[in-house]
């Protein structure tokens, strides 16, 4: 698809990435429009990113122009409660009042959004299908009973829904870099890492410490072959990691523990080209944070941390170890890292 073309792109999302007044931004925005470097490099290999959920297309009709296009709704979450209290046989427009597809598109002919009708007859008995074999404990591909809901307690019906409320949370001007890493986060969801791309990239350039985004932008950068690039973010993340305190102790752990494996497997496989991990006053000031002043922080981790790429929890102690003091909300028995006792001085 030529960057030319209209991309499904929100004008207000450009609007808000290069600080121009929305009526400047035309309604159909192209791929050249968008703000910041990863996006169209993300775009331009984006064939080499796997989704997050196998695609499920359906034919929709915009009920704005009227046209009908293909559009993949991703992972379809089912209102059960409402499927099952539902009387005879509901129609499918009804029914899409009780998804909410995880997938994030606009309309093909005039971009806009959320104004949806399907007029497969078929759609209604897939949804009560997949109730079904929910209820007998299986699932089906492309569905899920349940509900989804955002960070705030927003229930969205469609992606671009959970888009435009973090949009607005962004004008009310608090925690920007987060509610834009937040909104990275539900692009790349539905299946668009362009987007989430710029998004992340916007949130890294309002607090170089967003460490949730300098590690969503590894992974997508790693996933394309990208290695230096992505080790950059990988090292940015753990740099900062002892100051970041938006996710949960056992959270923050994992995520710094996948990041390390991802490194080591770039550091492995290219021979030692692509960095592994900060070094230099990058590291000291990371370590020191952690309660280590080590001459050669690097021989400690290779000898006496057992590394695995494949085992995340191989990575734990070194993960703590990026963490300072917020390991120590760890519980001791789940706690990992062992570090050397300091020496009592003698009186």
């Not at 704005?64 to 293909?70: A, D, E, Q, T």
């Not at 993340?237 to 305190?245: F, K, P, S, V």
Request: charged share 25%.
């Amino acid at each position: 698809m030529s960057s030319q073309q209209h991309m499904q792109i929100n004008p207000r999302l450009i609007s808000m990435l290069a600080g121009e007044d929305v009526a400047t931004i035309k309604n159909k925005p192209t791929l050249t429009m968008l703000p910041g470097v990863y996006g169209k490099l993300i775009h331009k290999h984006k064939r080499h990113i796997q989704k997050k959920y196998p695609e499920n297309e359906h034919y929709l009709r915009c009920t704005h122009c009227n046209r009908k296009g293909k559009y993949d709704l991703q992972l379809v979450l089912v209102n059960n409660k409402n499927i099952l209290e539902a009387e005879g046989n509901p129609d499918a427009r009804e029914v899409m009042d009780w998804i909410q597809p995880t997938g994030y598109f606009r309309c093909k002919h005039c971009n806009s959004a959320g104004q949806w009708v399907n007029d497969n007859p078929v759609f209604p008995f897939e949804l009560m299908g997949a109730v079904k074999k929910s209820s007998e404990g299986e699932s089906r591909p492309g569905y899920y009973v349940g509900s989804h809901q955002l960070y705030d307690g927003t229930i969205p019906h469609w992606a671009t829904d959970s888009e435009e409320h973090y949009l607005n949370k962004i004008e009310e001007g608090k925690d920007e870099a987060y509610v834009w890493n937040r909104l990275g986060n539900m692009y790349y969801s539905g299946g668009r890492p362009e987007l989430s791309a710029a998004a992340h990239e916007h949130a890294i350039r309002l607090d170089p410490a967003q460490i949730e985004s300098h590690f969503s932008i590894a992974n997508l950068l790693a996933e394309m072959g990208e290695w230096t690039k992505a080790s950059d973010h990988y090292r940015r993340m753990l740099i900062y990691a002892h100051a970041y305190t938006r996710l949960t102790p056992e959270k923050f752990r994992n995520m710094l523990a996948n990041g390390l494996s991802e490194s080591l497997k770039m550091y492995a496989d290219s021979e030692g080209r692509v960095q592994f991990l900060p070094d230099g006053e990058e590291n000291k000031e990371a370590l020191q944070a952690a309660g280590l002043n080590q001459n050669n922080p690097n021989e400690l981790i290779f000898h006496e941390m057992d590394l695995h790429p494949d085992d995340i929890e191989s990575f734990y102690p070194l993960a703590e170890m990026y963490m300072g003091d917020q390991r120590m909300a760890i519980s001791r028995r789940k706690r990992t890292l062992k570090l050397p006792r300091k020496k009592m001085k003698k009186a």
